[in-house]
């Protein structure tokens, strides 16, 4: 009976020992998938501060480029202003002798006409200043660039796709078109 008693004891103690055995054995690996999971954790943690560094610069990049579009639209409208109050101020003296031209009680009707074409001359010199230029038009290429076709007319003596008139003269500011010249233009 004691061997039977004894028996279950070793039994149970050969049975720790195989449980130590396997523990010991697992012990081992556990370590190294531990090692394994705080690595991956700390390489994560690194890349989501560099997400977040990454988000954060692009946040503020984004609130600078809004910032910078808001600010060149102001000054464009600041330019814009600038540009017209000078141009207007240049136009106040035209103004003023068109004024003074009509004040005058004249029944000399050549007077009249020297001032108001010198007046004329000092305006077209006012807008020349600014950039102004007139599109040459009469006896030209046709460009639908610069010239808009109103007509088309025959003329036997001249080349196709030349400008015989000048409706209405065309301008631009600076190389810039802001208004064609209507014209006739020969097509034979």
Known sequence: ?????????????????????????????????????????????VKDKLVQESTDRLK??????????RRTRQEKEELS???????????LPLLDNFERALAVESADGEN????????LKQFIATLEKNGLEPIKAVGEKFDPNFHEAIMRI?????????????????????????RPSMVKVIGN
């Open 112 to 119: 009249f006409k020297a001032g108001v074409d010198m007046i």
């Open 154 to 178: 025959a003329d036997e003596t001249k080349e196709d796709d030349t400008i015989a008139e000048e409706l209405q003269r065309g301008y631009s500011v600076r190389g810039r078109v802001i």
């Open 60 to 69: 503020r990049m984004q609130a600078d480029f809004d910032n910078f579009r």
């Open 1 to 45: 009976m004691a061997e039977e008693i004894k028996n279950p004891v070793d039994e149970n103690l050969a049975k720790k020992a195989e449980v130590n055995e396997s523990t010991e054995q697992i012990q081992p690996e556990e370590t190294e998938q531990n090692a394994e999971v705080t690595r991956l954790k700390q390489e994560l943690d």
């Open 81 to 91: 202003a600038i540009v017209s109050q000078n141009l207007i101020k240049e136009l």
